[in-house]
């Protein structure tokens, strides 16, 4: 039973263009989304997260968005950069303080981004 | 060092042995967490330590797979009688109590 689910397996986007990962999940119980940034022989990274009280929060180039009616995530990277290229994983968890910070997963998106 | 250590970084082994994977997380952080990635999975959870509570092994696929973590620092994951769709990168990562996690670059374990 996937929870979290990334339906695109890969991305590719030009540099300078816009790159939108999208992330849906099923729980209902989920009320703290993340993104993690991973490159190839390296563990995931820490990207940006949103608290199910807010619709958007932004850092810099990255932007993530949450509809909670429709249980889905986006994440926006404006302008892309070829560094950008890596894989991404949505993540989501129950309660900010509950459970820990047990996060689950979804199967990642393979952005390449071309010059 | 200031990151989350894993050791080995690659393991091959044969079907049937026991193997074990290492994990010595940031000091200072109180929770650990194990996850495996299997080729074209996502990430997924396996175990969380938290402080001196239970650990939370619900993850875990099999009673074949065990962890353990001394002295609230470092943890073990053991797998016994490895079989083949064991074969994944194992994640360990650390955080404190409600902040964010933090991985390591992970044990590839290929089982022939």
């Known amino acids: 039973d996937q929870q979290v689910k990334q339906n695109s397996p890969s991305l590719s986007v030009q540099e300078g263009r816009i790159s939108i990962l999208n992330c849906d999940y099923t729980?209902?119980?989920?009320?703290?989304f993340l993104w993690y940034k991973k490159y190839p022989a390296e563990g995931p990274t820490f990207l940006i997260s949103?608290?199910?009280?807010?619709d958007k929060n932004e850092d810099g180039r990255f932007t993530v968005f949450l509809n909670k009616s429709a249980k889905h995530l986006s994440l926006h990277i404006v302008p892309s950069q070829p560094g950008d290229s890596a894989v991404y994983f949505c993540?989501?968890?129950?309660?900010?303080?509950?459970?820990?910070?047990?996060?689950?997963f979804g199967t990642g998106t393979q952005l390449k981004v071309e010059l | 060092g200031a990151g989350v250590s894993q050791s080995p970084s690659n393991k091959v082994t044969e079907k049937g042995k026991d193997v074990e994977l290492r994990c010595d997380p940031i000091?200072?952080?109180?929770?650990l967490y194990w996850y495996r990635q299997s080729l074209g999975q996502g990430l997924e959870f396996l175990i969380y330590?938290?402080?001196?509570?239970?650990?939370?092994k619900s993850g875990l696929p099999s009673d074949r797979f065990s962890a353990e973590r001394t002295g609230g620092s470092v943890s073990t994951l053991t797998i016994q009688r490895t079989q083949q769709e064991d074969s994944a990168v194992y994640l360990c990562?650390?955080?404190?109590?409600?902040?964010?996690?933090?991985f390591g670059e992970g044990s590839r374990l290929t089982v022939l």
């Open positions: 990562a650390s955080s404190l109590y409600t902040g964010e996690l933090f």
């Open positions: 000091s200072g952080h109180t929770a």
């Open positions: 993540a989501a968890k129950v309660g900010l303080t509950g459970g820990g910070n047990k996060l689950t």
């Open positions: 729980n209902s119980m989920f009320d703290y």
């Open positions: 949103i608290s199910s009280i807010k």
């Open positions: 330590f938290q402080g001196n509570s239970a650990p939370d």
